[in-house]
C-alpha cells in the first residue's frame, strides 16, 4: 500500500508505480472515486489480480486485508495517533504465513507531530521507538484523559473536547471551605442552560456549561425570526490557594453573583493594581493597547491608546484625574514571546487559545501564583514598560545590523530564491550586511550572498520605513506564487525590516522605535576572556577553506574543542552563516548550542576602538532570533554544510558528522534549548577597555538574555 497526501499526488504516483512494477497491477482508491471503480479494485486486491494500492489519506475502517505487509509512505501522516493506526494494519497477525511487516517512510523537513520526529530520525530501530512513542502518547494524554474523565458522562448536546476557551479569567479570593457547584442553578435554571446537567469534576473542582439565550432581532419587524446566543462559562475553584477562576464568552459582567452563588459572599473580585502582577516577569514587555479613564472630563471619560499613542495613555495616567483601566502587552518570558493582558476590572487574558480545559486550568494556576505574590513590585513593572515612539527621522545611533522580517525568519524560508544578474540564491544563503554607522537621512546595508552584494538603504518618509535600491540595479525574490523585486518585497506589510542600534535600540514597522528607559551597568571586565593568542594575525578573522592556522576563527575553533565535550562543532563562516562556528551538545533534557561571532581588529594592536566591536556586536543579537526555531536553524546548517561539501569538498565540520547534526536536528523539538553566544575581538584589550566598549557588551547581553534567555561570552586581549 502507497499513501499519498492527495488525489493529484495519488495519480502521478499511480503512472510512476505502473512504469516501475506493471507486475504488480496498481491501482488508485480514494473518496471520489465512483462506488463500481472502488469495488473493482477492491476486489482485485482481495483476489490478488492486484498487489499494490495507492489511496489517500487512509483506507476506512471497514477495511481488512491482513495480506497487506508493506506500506510506502511516500506522504508522511503529521501526528502520532494516525501513524501508529496505519502502521499497525501491517503489524497485524494474518491467518496465512505471510512476512514481516515493512514500512518505507520518505522523510519530511515539514512540521509534524513532534514525537514523529524522532520515528523518521536516520537510523531509527522502529521496533524500539513505536512502543516507546506509544508508550508515551498514552501517558501524556492521561493526565487530560482523567481530568476529562472526572466529568463524568457530561451533557449530550457538547462535547468536552469540544471546549476550547480562550485563555481570559476573572479571579476572585474565597474562604469557603468547599464550593457548591449545584448552587449555578440558582442564576441559571434548566431552562436556560443548553447543556444539562452541568458538567462538574468535583475532584479538581472545575464545572462547565452552555446557555442559550433568545431575543427578537434588534434589525426588523420578523416576530418569527430570532436572535440565539450561546454563551460558554467555566469555572475553577483553587482550593489551595483559595482562588476562584471564571471564564466566558459573556464579556459584559465579571460575574460576581456567580461568583458568590458558588464560593459564597465572602468571594472577592481581584481587582485594581493588583491585577497587573500578572505582568511580572516579563521581559521587554511592550504595551499594544491602554485604555485610560478620566474622572473630571466628562467629555472625554474615556480614551484608547494603540501603537505609538499608548505613551500618552501612561502620561495621562499619571496625572491625578486619570488611571489606567487596562492593558495589554507583549513580551519574553524565558526567552519566549508571550502575550498578556489585564484590566482593573479584574479580566487578566491572552491571545491564545486553550488546546482543552485541562489546558486552561493549567494557565489559570500560573496567573493565580502572580496575582498572590507580594514580591511583584507593580510601579517597577510600570516602569519597565517599553513606550514606542513614531520616527520622523532615524535616532542618532550606530547601526548595528539589519535584520530580515521576523515572519520569514520563522519560517526558515528555504522556498525563496534571490536572483541577481542571472545568479540565483536560496533566501537561506543571504544575510543582510552592515557597516555600522550613524543614519543620518538612511539606513545602508546590503543583501549579500557568496556570488554578489547589493547595495539598499531605507529611509524614514511620513512615518514610514521605505526600502530603496542604492544603486541601478536590484535584486529579484522569487517565491513558488511570484517574483518581486526586493524593494517590493521588502515594503509589503508583513515582510518590514527590522533595524537593531546600539543602547538597546530597535526601529521596527511602520517606523517605530523602542528603548527602555532604564539604567544597564556596564560589562563585569573581569569576564572579559582571553586565550593565547600567539601566532595570530588579529587583522585575519576567517580560516576559510585553506584551513589558515593564524586566524582568529582558527583559534577559537580551538578554543571551543578544547572546552567540549560536543557533538558537533562547525565551521559556517560565509554569507548567511548562521555563526562563525556553531557547536552542539546534547543532554537527556537540554540541547546547548554556541554561537561564536569573530571579528577581524581595525589595527594591528588592540585597544579601546568601540568601532571594532559595533558589527560583531550586531552579528551576535541577531543569534536571538535562532531561538524560536532551533529545528530551522539546523536544517539551514545542514543544507549549508552538504552545499560546501558538493561546491568545495569542504563541508565545515570540524567534530562531529552529517549523520549526528541531522539526529540533533530531529530531536530539538525534544530537547529544551540553552543558548550561549560568544563574540571573539581580540582587537579589543581587556586592559585598556573603554567604558563604551563595555556599555555596548551589556546591552547587547541584555538583549540576549531578554529576547532568547542566552548567555553572552566576551574573548578578547590582553
Known amino acids: 500500500m502507497a499513501r499519498a497526501r492527495s488525489i493529484n499526488r495519488a495519480n502521478e504516483l499511480l503512472t510512476l508505480y505502473r512504469e516501475l512494477a506493471a507486475d ?3 491501482v488508485v482508491i480514494h473518496s471520489k472515486l465512483a462506488s463500481r471503480q472502488a469495488k473493482e479494485a477492491l476486489d482485485a486486491l482481495h483476489e490478488r489480480a492486484c498487489r499494490a494500492v495507492i489511496c489517500v489519506g487512509m ?11 508493506i506500506a510506502a509512505l511516500h506522504d508522511t501522516h503529521k501526528s502520532l495517533g494516525i501513524t501508529l493506526q496505519f502502521i499497525g494494519r501491517f503489524a497485524r497477525v494474518s491467518p496465512t504465513a505471510v512476512s514481516e511487516a515493512t514500512v518505507i517512510a520518505s522523510r519530511s523537513d515539514a512540521p509534524f507531530d513532534e514525537q514523529l520526529r524522532q520515528l523518521y530520525a536516520e537510523d531509527a530501530d522502529w521496533n524500539l521507538i513505536i512502543r516507546d512513542l506509544s508508550q508515551r502518547a498514552v501517558d501524556e494524554q492521561e493526565s487530560v484523559s482523567t481530568f476529562e474523565a472526572g466529568f463524568g458522562s457530561g451533557p449530550e448536546e457538547v462535547s468536552i473536547k469540544s471546549v476550547l476557551p ?14 457548591a457547584p449545584a448552587n449555578v442553578h440558582h442564576l441559571f435554571p434548566e431552562e436556560a442552560l443548553l447543556t444539562y446537567p452541568i458538567a462538574v469534576n468535583g475532584q479538581d473542582h472545575v464545572l462547565w456549561f452552555v446557555t442559550e439565550e433568545r431575543d427578537s432581532i434588534q434589525w426588523g419587524r420578523l416576530p418569527l425570526v430570532e436572535e440565539v446566543i450561546h454563551s460558554l462559562y467555566v469555572m475553577y475553584w483553587d482550593s489551595v490557594r ?12 465579571v460575574h460576581e453573583d456567580l461568583a458568590k452563588a458558588v464560593c ?4 472577592t473580585r481581584i481587582s485594581g493594581k493588583q491585577v497587573y502582577r500578572v505582568m511580572g516577569g516579563i521581559d521587554r514587555l511592550v504595551p499594544t493597547n491602554v485604555g485610560v479613564l478620566d474622572v473630571r472630563n466628562r467629555n472625554r471619560r474615556f480614551s484608547m491608546h494603540v501603537g505609538a499613542d499608548v505613551a500618552e495613555g501612561f502620561t495621562d495616567a499619571e496625572k491625578h484625574t486619570k488611571a489606567q483601566t487596562n492593558i495589554f502587552a507583549t513580551g519574553y518570558a524565558a526567552g519566549v514571546r508571550t502575550s498578556i493582558g489585564a484590566s482593573l476590572k479584574g479580566r487578566v487574558w491572552s491571545r491564545r487559545i486553550a488546546d482543552s480545559l485541562k489546558h486552561w486550568v493549567d494557565w489559570c494556576d500560573q496567573i493565580g501564583r502572580k496575582l498572590l505574590d507580594n514580591s511583584i513590585n507593580i510601579a517597577h513593572v510600570m516602569d519597565n514598560f517599553i513606550h514606542p515612539e513614531d520616527l520622523e527621522d532615524w535616532p542618532e545611533l550606530t547601526v548595528l545590523a539589519v535584520e530580515w522580517p521576523l515572519a520569514l525568519l520563522a519560517r526558515n524560508e528555504d522556498t525563496l530564491q534571490l536572483t541577481f544578474q542571472g545568479n540565483s540564491y536560496s533566501f537561506l544563503d543571504a544575510e543582510l550586511e552592515v557597516t555600522p554607522h550613524v543614519p543620518g537621512n538612511a539606513v545602508h546595508f546590503a543583501i549579500r550572498t557568496p556570488g554578489w552584494r547589493v547595495p539598499y538603504m531605507i529611509t524614514i518618509e511620513e512615518g514610514q520605513m521605505r526600502i530603496q535600491a542604492a544603486g541601478d540595479s536590484e535584486v529579484t525574490i522569487v517565491s513558488s506564487r511570484r517574483e518581486m523585486s526586493a524593494t517590493e518585497f521588502l515594503g509589503r506589510r508583513d515582510n518590514v525590516l527590522q533595524v537593531l542600534f546600539e543602547n538597546d535600540t530597535v526601529v521596527y514597522a511602520p517606523a517605530r522605535l523602542l528603548h527602555p528607559v532604564r539604567d544597564i551597568p556596564p560589562f563585569d571586565a573581569a569576564r572579559l576572556q582571553v586565550p593565547d593568542w600567539t601566532g595570530i594575525d588579529i587583522k585575519k578573522e576567517s580560516q576559510r577553506e585553506a584551513r589558515h592556522a593564524d586566524s582568529i576563527q582558527a583559534r577559537m575553533i580551538q578554543q571551543v574543542l578544547e572546552r567540549g565535550p560536543w557533538d558537533v562543532v562547525i565551521d559556517d563562516d560565509g554569507a548567511g552563516e548562521i555563526a562563525d562556528i556553531v557547536a552542539i551538545r546534547e543532554t537527556e533534557r537540554d540541547l546547548h548550542i554556541l554561537f561564536v561571532h569573530c571579528k577581524y581588529s581595525s589595527e594591528s594592536t588592540p585597544g579601546a576602538r568601540v568601532e571594532d566591536l559595533y558589527e560583531v556586536c550586531g552579528q551576535a543579537s541577531k543569534s536571538a532570533t535562532h531561538r524560536r526555531d ?16 558538493k561546491s568545495r569538498s569542504f563541508s565545515g565540520i570540524e567534530q562531529g558528522s552529517f549523520e549526528r547534526l541531522v539526529q540533533l536536528r530531529d530531536i530539538a523539538r525534544t530537547r529544551r534549548p540553552q543558548l550561549t553566544v560568544a563574540i571573539a575581538q581580540p582587537g579589543m584589550s581587556k586592559s585598556k577597555a573603554s567604558l563604551k566598549q563595555l556599555e555596548l557588551l551589556a546591552c547587547t547581553e541584555v538583549y540576549l538574555r531578554e529576547i532568547a534567555a542566552a548567555h553572552l561570552e566576551v574573548y578578547c586581549n590582553e
Open 59 to 69: 483506507l476506512g475502517e471497514g477495511f481488512d486485508l491482513p495480506q497487506l505487509k
Open 242 to 253: 483559595g482562588l476562584l477562576y471564571i471564564n466566558s464568552t459573556n464579556n459584559d459582567s
Open 630 to 645: 532551533v529545528t530551522g536553524m539546523l536544517t539551514s546548517l545542514i543544507r549549508r554544510a552538504r552545499n560546501r561539501q
Open 166 to 179: 480562550k485563555m481570559s479569567a476573572v479571579a476572585y479570593k474565597t474562604d469557603c471551605q468547599d464550593w
Open 264 to 267: 459564597g459572599e465572602t468571594a
Open 24 to 26: 504488480l497491477n496498481p
